[in-house]
């Protein structure tokens, strides 16, 4: 009977399975992801980089991305939750869910301006390939002054004055003026105001009915981004100038990759490309079943990951070649050209297409996609947390989902002026992706090194029915001191090298998350020995366990049979010790009497 009900429990159910698919697949598949790793493609070379992300997103990755499922399908405790075992450790949820509060605002200002983007591809002509009235005396210059165009251009930078080359592009110009300093932070011009109103409604639709609703969002959001860039690579094929430019452009010498590599870098976007340390994945781990099979939706999310970014990096090279071509420059000085990817390179690279009306439209549609899939994936994440917090939101879920949405919209509208370059800068972003690095240490720290590696291998054996591999269990060892090593480094670089006041916002988040959460744990600690009870403030709390009652004494049970065989391996390893003794003394007896 207890057998039956345990099994009527646990039984996983595959639509939802697939739901939960899509979800992991649309938070790893994101908008930072398909614009970091092709413009790190490009300048360090796309062959050898695909390569070394493929590596890392195999030999990290999967272990990452499995031990985060691992712990919220466990436990069914939430990101805000599952702190909570470890009691010095539990204000740890609050610093996840700013986290993502902070990544949603960040990828809705995106979203905006890749559907203000979209919504110029249907202009004839172009604001950003014109050099309008919001544009200064060197735009275009390039192609009005035959001298910088001969010094700069064919010949190679050999000029000072070479280096800001890329400022006087029109796309570059654009961006800078109108997009990025024209709006001041009391005046957003409609431009902005209705492709912020428009995603904020898309998210709503998708979320007032919840998996009900998100679910037909998802899965047209999940298959038009990889079904666009396929047909944009089809379509740069017949370009002019791949014939002659994509051997150069794909590196296939390693030329630029021995000059360019950084594995830090590598590290960093996978890491942050995965939503790992943001709590999402343990959110999609504490909805599914039990006995959901999350090794093979971690394999699964991860060849989707792979086949995603091979598509969109060989696309991005193969983009690179008809402007090298028509500019008669090498794809290497393309690539390096200092340009934002999406605002700036994308649009410049489209120019020199045939029909780039058309092709504008493809691509920005797809980051369109990708920016409001993020989006309603975080956001989805955090009304589910909300709603299990305070019981009596989920009881109206249009209500709070149409509040929510205001609220994006409200927040989010100071940022689209002259703050949007803070949020739009690379060392913001740098710096912003060294807290979930840092989550990760601590998760791998907290869960699998202080909690014991065995005792969470016997957890993963009890809920999945197999051991974590040796490759594993290396992999979860070495995380917590290589990210932690990691993390470090990269601050420590920014500091040295970065002065902007984009710097200087990104770092001082990060070292007030930083300062609450150690300051916090180390005030926790020091309650816990006044009270007398340090153990009890440091170790696992009772809250790290199956959520029904029979899971319980199942795991009680199997921890038994398992101390039961260990036993029996041991007192079977030990008497075969004894009797190879005994044979190698008889035959050494044996020997001596012959002798």
């Not at 200002?109 to 110029?120: E, G």
């Not at 090194?449 to 065995?454: A, F, M, Q, S």
């Not at 440091?538 to 039961?564: D, H, I, K, Y």
Request: contains cysteine; proline residues 4%.
């Amino acid at each position: 009977m207890i057998k039956m009900s345990i099994e009527s429990q646990e039984k996983p159910n595959f639509q939802s399975r697939n739901f939960h698919l899509m979800i992991l697949i649309s938070q790893t598949i994101g908008i930072t992801a398909a614009s970091t790793i092709p413009r790190n493609a490009i300048k360090c070379g796309p062959l050898a980089s695909v390569i070394c992300h493929v590596v890392t997103c195999i030999v990290l990755g999967i272990p990452l991305l499995y031990m985060e499922l691992i712990i919220g399908q466990f436990t069914a405790l939430n990101s805000l939750e599952i702190w909570k075992v470890r009691p010095f450790l539990s204000h740890m949820g609050h610093i996840v869910i700013f986290w993502q509060l902070l990544i949603l605002i960040t990828n809705h200002i995106t979203c905006t301006f890749v559907i203000h983007y979209l919504f110029l591809s249907f202009e004839n002509p172009k604001p950003y390939y014109t050099c309008g009235p919001w544009a200064n005396l060197s735009c275009g210059i390039t192609v009005t002054n035959f001298t910088i165009n001969q010094d700069c251009i064919r010949s190679g930078p050999k000029y000072g004055y070479c280096d800001d080359l890329y400022k006087t592009f029109p796309e570059t110009q654009y961006y800078g003026k109108i997009v990025g300093a024209h709006f001041n932070q009391l005046r957003v011009d409609w431009r902005l105001c209705l492709p912020s109103a428009i995603s904020c409604l898309l998210i709503y639709f998708s979320c007032f009915k919840r998996r009900y609703s998100m679910q037909w969002f998802l899965g047209i959001l999940t298959f038009y981004p990889g079904f666009s860039f396929v047909l944009l690579m089809l379509g740069s094929m017949v370009q002019k100038g791949i014939l002659l430019q994509y051997e150069n452009a794909m590196d296939i010498t390693f030329e630029q990759f021995n000059s360019k590599f950084s594995f830090i870098d590598v590290l960093t976007t996978t890491i942050y490309a995965l939503s790992l340390g943001t709590g999402l994945v343990v959110n999609v781990g504490a909805s599914c079943s039990f006995r959901a099979p999350c090794y093979s939706n971690a394999i699964i999310t991860m060849a989707a990951n792979i086949a995603f970014h091979l598509v969109v990096v060989l696309t991005m090279a193969m983009m690179v070649c008809p402007f090298s071509f028509a500019h008669a420059m090498t794809p290497e000085r393309t690539a390096n050209l200092r340009l934002a990817h999406i605002f700036e390179r994308i649009p410049a690279l489209l120019r020199e297409y045939d029909n780039n009306s058309f092709w504008s439209i493809i691509a920005f549609s797809s980051y369109a996609c990708l920016s409001l899939r993020t989006s309603i994936v975080i956001y989805y994440n955090l009304l589910e947390v909300f709603s299990k917090k305070f019981s009596n939101a989920a009881k109206y879920p249009g209500i709070v989902t149409f509040g929510a949405s205001v609220i994006l919209f409200v927040v989010t509208m100071p940022f689209l002026g002259n703050m949007i370059k803070i949020f739009m800068s690379k060392s913001y972003r740098r710096c912003i992706q060294l807290v979930p690095m840092l989550v990760v240490a601590i998760e791998c720290f907290v869960f699998i090194i202080c909690y014991g590696l065995e005792r969470f291998c016997e957890d993963v054996h009890f809920m999945q029915g197999f051991r974590p591999s040796n490759w594993m269990k290396l992999s979860w060892t070495v995380s917590s001191i290589l990210l932690l090593y990691v993390c470090i480094h990269e601050l420590s670089d920014l500091i040295c090298y970065s002065s902007s006041v984009e710097f200087i916002v990104g770092v001082s988040i990060f070292c007030v998350v930083a300062l609450y959460g150690v300051g916090l744990a180390v005030v926790n600690v020091l309650v816990g020995w006044c009270r007398k009870q340090p153990s009890a403030t440091l170790r696992l709390s009772g809250a790290w366990r199956p959520r029904s009652e029979l899971l319980q004494r199942s795991r009680a049970m199997f921890t038994a049979q398992a101390m039961t065989k260990e036993y029996l391996y041991r007192q079977y390893h030990l008497q075969a010790g004894i009797l190879a003794r005994q044979q190698r003394a008889n035959r050494t007896r044996i020997v001596n009497t012959e002798i």
